[in-house]
Every structure is written in C-alpha cells, then in structure tokens.
C-alpha cells in the first residue's frame, strides 16, 4: 500500500506534466482548424463544437495507433490467421519498435547527466553509431561469415563509434573545461556532415539513388522476436532492457556507477574522496555515446535497414525530455521510452487519420519537458502538492564560468 | 597610469603584505610564457604558409570584381595562388613577431583578424585551382549570410552577458521566421503595400519571439529552471509549433505562405563608388540594420550605466543586488531586447532569402550564431567578425559547388561548428565568458 | 546618523534567527556586535541593509522610524554595508566597482560619466587616506585593497552608517590594524559604525560600545571598560566556556609525518608554501595557527595528495608522497576532515550512507571486485552513526538535509572509521555550535590517546590553544614559530600571525 502510494506520488508530476502538454496541444489543434472555425460566425456552436471533437478524433486515432484495438487482437489471435495477428498487434509493436532507440538514447542521457553531463549530443553519437555500423555490415557483405556474425560487428562498431563521438565531449571538458553542451551541440553538426560525406562515395550510397541514402542491409538482420509478415520489433528491443538493467546495476550497484553520481552531484568532493573527477566525465560520455551508438546501429541494421541522414528524427531531444520525465531512472527511462514511443507511433497513425501533423507531437514533447523541469508551474495550474521528478544534479555550478 | 593614480599605486604596495610583488611577478612570468607559445604558433603557421607558397606560384589564382552595380566592367585581380600563400605567410609572420617582441603586452585578440582573412582567402585560391572567381558576390553573400548570424549573436550577448544562458537563439530565429511569414503574407493580402507589409511582418515576428525570450527568463527566474533544459523547451517546442503550423496551415493555404520580400538597397552615392560600391553599399537594409545594432550595442554594453549594470548581473549579480540594482528586472530586460533580436534575425530567412517559410528553415543557424558570440568573445564586433569568417565560409562553399570545383561542401559546412569546439576548448587561447552565466540568482 | 532597531524579528523556516532585539548606536560611535556564528548578526545586518524585511520590529533613523523594501532603500536611508564576502564585479575596475549602482551619467542614453566617477572616488580616496587605485582591476588587488574598495564603496553612496561583517577574517593583523584606524577617523567624522565580528580582541579594541548576541537574541550590552574578555565570552555562549579541552599531556612517539622544505604553488600557480619543515609525531596534536590565505589550505593539500609537491618531500609513516594522489595517501591511513564540508566533505544529495563510504567506498566490507556489499554498506554506517551520535532520521537521509554540526560528525565518523595513523583536519569546528565543537574535539583527542598523530589547521586561537600539544605558527607561506602548547598565549601567537616585520604589538 505505502509502495502504491510512493509510486503514485512518484508518478503524479510527469502524469500531470503529460496531461497538461496534451491539453494544450489540444488548444493548438482547436485554433489551427480553421475549415470549423471558419463557421465561427455563422454556427460557433457547430464551429467550436467540431472543433472540440477534432482534438478527440485526433488523439483517439493517436491512443489506436498506438495501441491497436484489443478486441481485433483477441479475435485474430482466435482465429490464428497469420496475417490477421500481424495486423491487429502492428500497432503495437510498432509502438515498441520507436521505443526501442528511444530507451537507449534515454539512457544514455540519463547516465550522462547523472555524472553531471549535460548530453545534448544524443543525435550525433546516434548516427555516427548508424554509420559505424552500416561501414562495417556493407564492408562484410561479400566475406562470407554468417549473418550473425555480422550482426555482431556491426553493432560492436556502433558502440565504438558512439563512444568515441561522446568521449570527445568528455574529454575536452575534463582537460580543458570547455563546456559539454556547446561541443556536444556542435559536433552533432559535424556528425551530420560527415554522415553525408561517407553517403557520397558508391561504397555506402544506394545505387542509383538522388538522395544521400545507403544501401539497403538485407543480408543482415537483427532477429525478428515474432516472425509475422511485417513485424519490425525484433531482439534489439530486448537489448535495450537489458541496457536499461545493466545501467541501473552499474550506476547503484557499482562502485564506478558511485564514482560517477559523486562526481555528478559534486566534482570537488568526489576528487577529495580520491575519485578521478575528470575520468568520470569522460567515462560517463563514452558510455553514454556508447548506448546512444548502440541505439543507431540497430535502427540501421534492424527496424529500419538502411542509414540515412535524418534516421534519428529528433531522438536526441525527445530523449532529454524522456530521462527528466523518468527522474534519470533507468526503470523510469524505460516507462517514458513506452510513452513516447506510443505517442510518436500513435503521432503518425493521427496524422495519416485526421491530418493533424505529427510534428504537434515535438511540441507536446517540450512542454512535457517545460512542466517537468518547473514542478511549480504543475503546482500552480493543479493546486496539488509535486515533489521534483528528478534528483538531477545541478549543472550550473558544475559548469566551468565562462565557456558558454 | 595617469599621475592621480599614482599616489595610490605606491600606497597598495607600500600598505600590504609581500604577496602582492610576488603575485605579480609570477602571473607575468606566466603570461609571458603564454605570449611567447602563441608568437611562436603565428610563426609557425607563417614558416608553414611559405612552405605551401614555394610550391603553389604557378597555380593562378583570379578573382573578379564588379566596377559598378550596372554595366558589365570588371576588375581582376590575377595573381596566382603561391603569392596568396605569401601573403598569408608574412601576416602571420608579422603577427607573431609583434607577439614576440611586444610580450605580453601585445593585444593580440583583433590582429587575430589580420592572420586569418588571408589565410581564409589563399584557402579559397587553392580550393578554386585556377578556376575565376566572382569575388564581388563571394564578399556580397559573406556579408549577407554574416548577418542573421551576427543579429543572433548579438542577441546572445545580451542575454549571457545578463547572466542567461540562452541556447533557445534556434527556436526564437525560427519561430520569428514563421510568425513574419504569416503576418506578411496577410498584411500583403490585404493592403497590396510591400513597405508596410514588411514593416509589420518584421515588428510581429520581432514581438512573438520577445515572448519567447520574456518565457525563457520566466522559467529560469520564476521555476528556477536550468537555462539548458530552458532553452531545450523552446528549440524543441519552436520546431514543433512552425512543423506543425506549415503542416496544417501554410501548406494547404499558400495565401499564408507568400510574404513581402526585401530586396538589396542601393545607397545613395556609396553604391555608385568603384569596387566596394556594389560589395559594401548594395545590400540589404537587414545588413545594415545588423551593423548598427553591433555598434550601438558596444556602445551601451561599455558606456552606458545600463551596460554596466547589465555586466554586473551576468558577472556578479550579488556584488550588483546588494547596491540596489534590480538584478531580476535587468535579466528580464535582456532577454526581451533579445527575443527581440531574434525575431529580427528569424524574418530574414524568408523575407530576405527563401520568400517563404520552410519546415525548420533556419537549420542550425541559432547555434551558429551561437557560436559566433564564443569565437567573439562575448564582444558584438568580436561576434561580427566570427559571423562574417562563417558567413564566408557559407559563401564561399555555395560557390565552390556552383563552379563544380570537387571539394565536399560538407567540409566547409562543418568549419564553423569546428571552430567554436577548438575555441571553447582554449586551443587558441581561453575565451572568459560572463562569470555567472546560468547560475539562477536568489533575489532577497 | 543615530540609529536605533526596535523589537527585530525574523523568522526563517525552522528557526528563529532574530528574537525581538533592540539595540541603538549614536552618531560617531563605533558599535561592536559580538556573537557566535549562528548568533543572527547577520541576519539582522541583512535586514538593515534591506536585504531581508523583519517579521516584526523597527528600523529607526534619527528618530524617523524607516522601511527598506530593498537595498536601494536602505542606502538612500544612509546605510552602507561591507559584507563578508565582497560583493565587488570581479572584472570591473575600482571606478566601475564603486560606482555600480549609483553611476553619475550624461545625455540621454545614460552614458556612464566616468571622469565624474573617478574624480570622486580620487577625492574620497584621498580625503579618508584609503590608498585605492582607481584604475585597477579589481581581481588583481589583494583583499586588504578590496576592503577598503568596499569601504569606499560606502563613502561613494554618502553613508552615515557603515557597517562591517566580520571584516578581518581575511586580514592580516596588520592590517586589521589599518582596518581600525580608517574605522576610528570615520568615527571621528561623524559615521556611525557597527562593527560586526565573532572576536573578543577586536571588539575590545575598536568598540565604544559592545552588544552581544546569542541565539537571536540580545544577551547583554556593555562598554570595553567595563568589560573583559572572559566576561564577554561568557555572555556569547552562555555559560562559562571551557576554552580548554579535557585531554592529558601529550606521549609523542615516532614520526608519523614529515615535511622537509616543502614548496608548493596554489591555482595562480605562485609560490604559496615557501620552504616548511614540520614533523608530527604519534600521539600529539600539532595545531597551525595563522591568518586564513597565509599557504595552510596549500599545505594541507599536498599532505594529502590533491595538490603536486613543487620541491622538498612529505613523509608519511615511512612512505614519500612522490607522486601523490588523494586515494594512495588514504590508503595509506590518513584520515582528512577538509576545510569547507558542504562543497568538499560530503556531498549533500547523496545519502548519509553514502557519504558515509564516500572515501573508502572501494575497500572490503564495502565493495568487492567493483561491486558493492550494499548490506555491509548499511550495517556499518548504521553503526557509524550510532557510535558518532548523528542526528538523522535514517541513514538514507540526504547528508544535505542535516545540521551542520551532524553533517560535520558524518565526515569524522567515516574519516575514524578505519585505523587511522594520521589525521589531517583543516578547521574542523567553524561554524559549529558549542556542543558539536566539544564533541569534536574530544572525538580528535581520543584519536591521539589511540597513538594517531594529528594535524590540525585554524584561524581561532581559541582552538589552537585549546587543542594544540604543540603549536605552529603560518605567515606568508612559512612556519615563524613553534611553541609548546603550554607556554602559547594570545598575545605570543598573535605577534607571530602578524609576521616578524610587523609584529610591533598589533593583535593583543
């Protein structure tokens, strides 16, 4: 009952901080209808009324898109039919497959921020794990070792590429302070552009094609978790919950998961204790670019099988807004990572059912982080008593004066 | 020091302990052993530019220029690409030999100008290899291009000199780019007068992103918010909002979508002078406006009593809230003139560039411009001088593809975001930035 | 300016900070206000300065009863304030410091009106003999310059009430010295001082009249002629202090720490420790008294591995620290209660269980091959908190949370949780209350009766003579003087704080 209660405390800002962002993403899409709205003058009962029932059109194609509809479910689960399974739960798995990078991102951001880190470049680290792994499964296509093998390397490759791409960050402000925000934001540009220089040659580049987009990696695949005809959600899903169990062992199990939090919330006191504050910073971004790598390498080698330039989406902002939401618990980045991967897979099916765009979903998403991050304003609209989400350390004092 | 001084100059050191001569002594030996590494690195580069030269002289390197505005005559400078590389070299050289002799007195940060344009310009010469180029657009677009990065910059400087981290320039740029469009298009529609129509475009976006900024300080003053996540809000929230409203607005009503456009503006007499009248007198009043507001803004940040205040704040804001200083108010005031400024720098894009909004038009330009304030030093003619290095940059890659010369433009995409890393790294000389910048201040 | 406070209350959440107190000042009179830390002098100087608004009670200037809503009020009253930490822009220089908020300007963009500026401060500079340069940067003055800057800051603003927050912590004698005759001449021109310090010399020294507080309240209200030092002291806490701790006499054993010729630099990179020799044996107490910034903190940073030596060795217990780090001189069973706990003791968002282990996290029973004992963790720091007395409502309490004398003992409690050989500690009762300060005290002499030798660096003399079997005397980065505990006296230690070039009877 007092765990019940505790979790229900724990859970009542970002339930609020959700609800709040929808509702007034609800306002945006009643202002924007201007084909009701239009009648305002004539009818504004029908015009607002119409309106009014846009918002739940649209979010009720979202909440079905995200989840399907279980009586369809249980009905093709009876009858057995492959196909009728496969479409019935698509929903929901795809729900799974955009979580599924979603958790490692979230991760990586949380592990990150834990040290007292700020990793904005969730992005970068992400797509050069794509590229990492695309060279290394097109590099291998003709070698002849079994596709697992593959697999293997490639991913392997992602998680290199990505730790470097964040132990750069972590480095530069161990040794020269210069602050992790500023270069994590620029060398996710510079991620970017190299990305589209490796997609010009013909080694990586699709045949043929006018946009900068690889080839497509058919002859390696991550294994499907249910072989259904268009199923996408296959063992990286897997993967990513055992990560999100790996990182909550090492961060409160472990004495370099304690060096890192120390270091985190305190990087003089941790250096008095005799910890190496500077080489937890770095540790801390290489595993965070590491578990934002991983993430890319399978998105490119398994839900979406091919690298293009845009193949995270935003990933690493939504991921910042999903590791405050769950209070940089790994657990927590797990349930966040559900949502929003219902929301961005729901966010489609709204759009494609009422042409309400998706992209209202990044603006949902910011106010989620706004309410999260100002548990004060929650407390003013709802006049209810909120304890902060997260015992995120303070950045501010950490940050070196003078490098932003 | 001027004679008043100097009665006090003796009595500091004839009243305290012996830690001041020797405070002295050791933080100039320091100073003077940085002096001499960084004259040995502009010497080193300028030894390096004449290696490079000895074996470029036969690479002819042209550049045209336009006499006039109108007319066809033109002006080329044909020289070749080793001399460039000479030239490069014996700025350097010169640079690091003032360095050298002058100690640690030199001011080296403005002559750092004086090393990199024609090192700037020998790279370009060699990136051309002997192919002509139309300098006079190449100098035009740099300018040009320079100018919503250093409206942004300016921007940047005020808030974090005010004590605000503002990485929310992005979001404010883009939503200002969005908001203009609207209001032009409308305004245009309805009173078929460009000049108004602008007017109103420009002081609508201006006003909307003013919001934005007064929310940003809002939630880092009021909710105590960190001024990252602060700032992630408004980018994420700003590219979401202007998706969205192209989505379901613009796109299917392009009514919406086809607003007043600014066009180059002749100067009167300036523009008619030979050479520098169609680069420098020929363009958008939106440049102008930019580096008006770069030198009033030196003005009031070092000259006025604002100013003083505002430093104040972003450096010591207790120092200011303890002799009456409202500290909140001046933060406040900040971050509105630079939301202001960010509207400003949003509305170029379509107004003065594309002629209408595109999903997520500004591209990384407010980080950019962010950038440019870093490399600037925090200074608006520092941030201007890092705008126009990018601005070239931009110009010169644009260019390059259109000459079909075989260098990735993503090489010279990515010079801006690799130089801001090695300058907040301290690789070429630490840059100190307001001391309190981010720290959320506790009004009594 | 007469100045009277009638009847000040102020309540912070969970303690009351100012209790009804009433105290008045004449014009020209220097008033001393005594208390300990915590005592509420600064409260009650920040609501005088308009910082803070009282609960209940009255500011009264020459008799016209006066609110300030900001500082801005308060200095328009004629009120000018020095604060503990100078509240000077660090990259503005002297004109632009003192100027700040109350710049003279021209036209009508509000130009600052430098020249007008400097000319004044010249004027004042001058008038009151303050040696200020006016064009110099403020961070590159040392903090004596800085004081009299805030001082004129001040006079810059026309005060006719100036008070001073325990303006010497940070001063040499000497200059303390200088301190009090710029304090006396302005007395004699008319400005009503109030002296705000938790030292019994200088109040005695400089006061025409001493208030004294305690717990928020006014604990009495006397004159330096008709008052002594005990007496005084006797007032601040209440109860007659024992200025000395139950211990027995000292039985030094072999060397446990050896220091030869030891020079290190500090951030700046200058020479802070210029040459030390000192040797601390088993079972002793050696306590370094000195001005704070005189190279202790640098001192006891090498010692314990955070700061590289620059030449001459450290010795401890056979071992030289060649290459030091905080973690090999730990191991080697150096127990460390640093200076400023908040930042560098504990970390107040992690748990008492987690501070705790902060230092030895990594050893057996904590932790095994990386990974941690989580039970061992519990047990042992449940004891650790029984054996230390620690108020803490569970062991998974954040260390932010408790008081400061409970955050103090979790830091000794872990730092004695293992055989220790030396214990390093770097002011280890500030702001402490009396009770805390015995305890710890008595926790460090129970290490020397046990054979640990033990270091101890302060700035109060009352706990320098109260702990210390031998006691060293820092000035400038050396060591001036040692002498036995016995024969050290206030006004012995004071000269040798002042430095021997000005040690002509400054600090008695």
Not at chain 2, 178 to 200: A, E, W
Request: glycine share 12%; net charge neutral.
């Amino acid at each position: 009952m007092n765990l019940l209660r505790s979790l229900a405390r724990r859970a009542l800002l970002p339930g609020l901080s959700v609800l709040s962002a929808l509702i007034l993403g609800g306002v945006g899409i009643i202002i924007t209808d201007f084909d009701h709205l239009s009648q305002l003058g004539s009818d504004p009962l029908v015009a607002i009324g119409g309106a009014v029932s846009g918002v739940f059109n649209g979010y009720g194609a979202m909440i079905a898109g995200a989840f399907g509809d279980p009586s369809r479910i249980a009905t093709a689960l009876q009858t057995g039919n492959e196909r009728d399974i496969a479409t019935a739960i698509r929903p929901l798995t795809e729900t799974l497959v955009a979580a599924m990078p979603l958790i490692f991102v979230g991760l990586a951001v949380a592990i990150s921020f834990r040290a007292g880190m700020f990793n904005i470049g969730g992005d970068g680290q992400l797509i050069l794990g794509a590229l990492g792994a695309t060279i290394v499964a097109i590099a291998l296509q003709t070698s002849g070792l079994p596709s697992l093998v593959i697999l293997v390397l490639a991913i392997a490759a992602s998680v290199v590429a990505g730790a470097l791409w964040g132990f750069i960050p972590g480095f530069l402000k161990a040794r020269t302070g210069a602050h992790e925000v500023i270069t994590t934001i620029m060398l996710n540009y510079v991620a970017a552009q190299i990305v589209l220089f490796a997609l010009i040659g013909p080694f990586l580049r699709q045949a043929g094609s006018s946009q900068p987009i690889s080839k497509s990696m058919t002859w390696v695949d991550v294994p499907p978790i249910v072989t259904l005809p268009a199923i996408r959600l296959d063992w990286g899903f897997v993967v990513a919950l055992v990560m999100a169990g790996v990182v909550s062992w090492l961060l409160f199990k472990t004495t370099k998961g304690f060096e890192l939090r120390a270091a985190g919330f305190s990087p003089t006191a941790a250096r008095y204790a005799g910890m190496s504050a500077g080489g937890s910073m770095m540790l801390a971004m290489s595993l965070s670019g590491a578990l934002a790598g991983m993430g890319g390498g399978f998105m490119v080698i398994g839900t979406v099988g091919q690298l293009s330039n845009d193949l995270s989406g935003g990933i690493g902002f939504n991921a910042i807004a999903l590791a405050l939401l769950a209070g940089l618990r790994p657990s927590g980045v797990v349930l966040a990572a559900l949502l929003f991967g219902a929301l961005t897979t729901g966010g489609k099916e709204m759009g494609i059912q009422t042409g309400i765009p998706f992209d209202l979903l990044f603006f949902i998403i910011a106010l989620v982080i706004m309410f999260v991050a100002a548990p004060g304003l929650i407390r003013s609209i709802w006049r209810v008593r909120v304890k902060p989400a997260a015992d995120v350390p303070s950045m501010a004092p950490s940050a070196p004066a003078g490098t932003v | 020091m001027t004679t008043t001084a100097a009665p006090g100059g003796e009595g500091v050191s004839a009243t305290t302990t012996s830690a001041r001569p020797h405070h002295e002594g050791l933080a100039a030996r320091r100073a003077l052993r940085n002096a001499r590494i960084r004259g040995a690195v502009f010497l080193a580069i300028g030894v390096y530019a004449f290696y490079l030269a000895s074996s470029a002289f036969s690479t002819p390197a042209s550049f045209l220029f336009r006499f006039f505005n109108t007319g066809q005559e033109r002006f080329e400078i044909a020289t070749s690409v080793g001399l460039l590389w000479l030239v490069s070299g014996l700025a350097s050289a010169l640079v690091g030999g003032l360095q050298l002799w002058r100690g640690a007195a030199f001011r080296w940060r403005p002559w750092l100008f004086v090393v990199i344009a024609p090192i700037v310009v020998a790279v370009f010469g060699a990136l051309l290899d002997g192919t002509t180029a139309n300098f006079t657009n190449v100098l035009r677009g740099s300018l040009e291009l320079a100018t919503p990065l250093t409206l942004g910059a300016m921007a940047g400087i005020l808030s974090e000199r005010s004590g605000m981290l503002n990485i929310a320039l992005n979001g404010k740029m883009l939503v200002g780019a969005c908001v203009s469009v609207i209001v032009g298009s409308v305004v245009l529609r309805f009173t078929g007068n460009v000049i108004v129509s602008t007017t109103i475009a420009i002081a609508a976006a201006m006003a909307v992103s003013g919001v934005l900024g007064l929310l940003l300080a809002w939630l880092g003053i009021r909710y105590k918010v960190d001024q990252i996540i602060a700032g992630t809000v408004i980018n994420i929230g700003a590219l979401g909002i202007t998706n969205f409203l192209f989505l379901r607005v613009l796109g299917r009503n392009p009514e919406f979508n086809t607003p007043p456009t600014v066009a180059a503006m002749q100067l009167p007499i300036l523009s008619d002078l030979p050479v520098v009248g169609p680069i420098l007198f020929s363009l958008r009043p939106y440049v102008y406006i930019a580096l008006v507001m770069m030198v009033v803004l030196t003005y009031f940040i070092y000259r006025t009593r604002w100013g003083l205040r505002l430093r104040a704040s972003g450096e010591k804001p207790a120092a200011a809230g303890t002799v009456g200083i409202n500290v909140i108010r001046i933060r406040y005031q900040a971050l509105l003139l630079a939301g202001l400024i960010c509207g400003l720098a949003g509305s170029y894009l379509p107004l003065a560039t594309a002629g209408s909004f595109q999903m997520d038009m500004v591209a990384g330009k407010g980080f950019i411009a962010l950038a440019a304030m870093i490399f600037g030093a925090w200074h608006p003619i520092g941030a201007f001088g890092a705008a126009l290095v990018f601005g070239f940059a931009d110009s010169a890659q644009a260019l390059l593809s259109v000459l079909g010369v075989a260098v990735p433009p993503q090489l010279l995409n990515s010079v801006p975001y690799v130089i801001t890393i090695v300058v907040v790294a301290g690789v070429v000389g630490r840059v100190r930035g307001p001391a309190s910048a981010g720290q959320p201040y506790e009004q009594g | 300016m007469r100045l009277e406070l009638r009847d000040i209350t102020k309540r912070f959440p969970g303690v009351l900070a100012n209790d009804r107190i009433s105290v008045s000042a004449d014009k020209g009179e220097v008033l001393g206000m005594l208390g300990e830390n915590g005592a509420g002098k600064t409260t009650l100087m920040n609501i005088l300065s308009g910082l803070y608004r009282p609960d209940s009670g009255e500011i009264v200037i020459e008799g016209t009863p006066r609110t300030f809503d900001d500082p801005a009020a308060a200095i328009r009253a004629g009120v000018g304030m020095v604060h503990q930490h100078f509240m000077l822009v660090p990259v503005f220089d002297v004109v632009e410091a003192v100027a700040l908020g109350s710049e003279p300007v021209t036209g009508a963009l509000g130009t600052f009106n430098r020249a007008e500026a400097r000319r004044r401060i010249v004027e004042l500079s001058e008038q009151y003999k303050l040696n200020v340069p006016p064009d110099a940067k403020i961070e590159s003055l040392p903090v004596g310059v800085r004081q009299r800057v805030e001082i004129l800051k001040a006079l810059y603003r026309k005060s006719d009430i100036l008070v001073l927050d325990e303006p010497s912590a940070v001063l040499t004698p000497h200059e303390t010295e200088e301190l009090f005759s710029i304090i006396r001449s302005l007395a004699k021109a008319g400005t009503t001082v109030i002296f705000i310090t938790h030292k019994l010399n200088e109040v005695l020294a400089v006061a025409d009249k001493i208030v004294v507080l305690r717990r928020g309240r006014v604990a009495g209200t006397t004159t330096p002629q008709e008052t002594s030092r005990q007496a005084l002291a006797n007032m601040m806490v209440g109860r007659d202090v024992e200025l000395i701790v139950p211990k027995g006499p000292a039985k030094p054993g072999e060397v446990v720490l050896s220091i030869t010729d030891l020079e290190v630099r500090d951030d700046r990179l200058e020479v802070a420790v210029k040459g030390i020799d000192l040797d601390v044996r088993a079972g002793e107490i050696v306590a370094i008294a000195g001005v704070q910034g005189n190279g202790q903190t640098e001192l006891i940073e090498a010692i314990v591995g955070l700061r590289a030596v620059d030449a001459g060795t450290i010795n401890i217990a056979g071992h030289d620290i060649g290459h030091p780090s905080p973690r090999m001189v730990s191991d080697l069973g150096v127990a460390h209660i640093p200076e400023d706990r908040g930042r560098d003791g504990l970390i107040p968002y992690m748990t008492v269980a987690d501070n705790y282990i902060l230092d030895s996290y990594h050893n057996a029973p904590y932790s095994r091959r990386g990974v941690f004992d989580l039970k061992a963790v519990s047990e042992r720091a449940r004891q650790g908190v029984e054996d230390f007395d620690i108020r803490t409502p569970s062991i998974e309490t954040l260390a932010g949370a408790l008081s400061g004398g409970n955050q103090q003992k979790v830091v000794v409690a872990r730092e004695f949780s293992f055989p220790v050989k030396l214990v390093v500690a770097a002011q280890p009762t500030r702001g402490l209350d009396v009770g805390s300060i015995e305890y710890i005290h008595r926790r460090i002499v129970e290490q020397r009766d046990r054979g640990a030798a033990i270091l101890i660096v302060s700035t109060e003399l009352d706990e320098i003579l109260a702990v210390g079997d031998r006691i060293a005397v820092m000035y400038d980065g050396q060591i001036v003087g040692i002498l036995e505990g016995e024969s050290a006296t206030y006004e012995n230690l004071g000269l040798l704080m002042g430095g021997a070039e000005f040690g002509v009877g400054t600090a008695a």
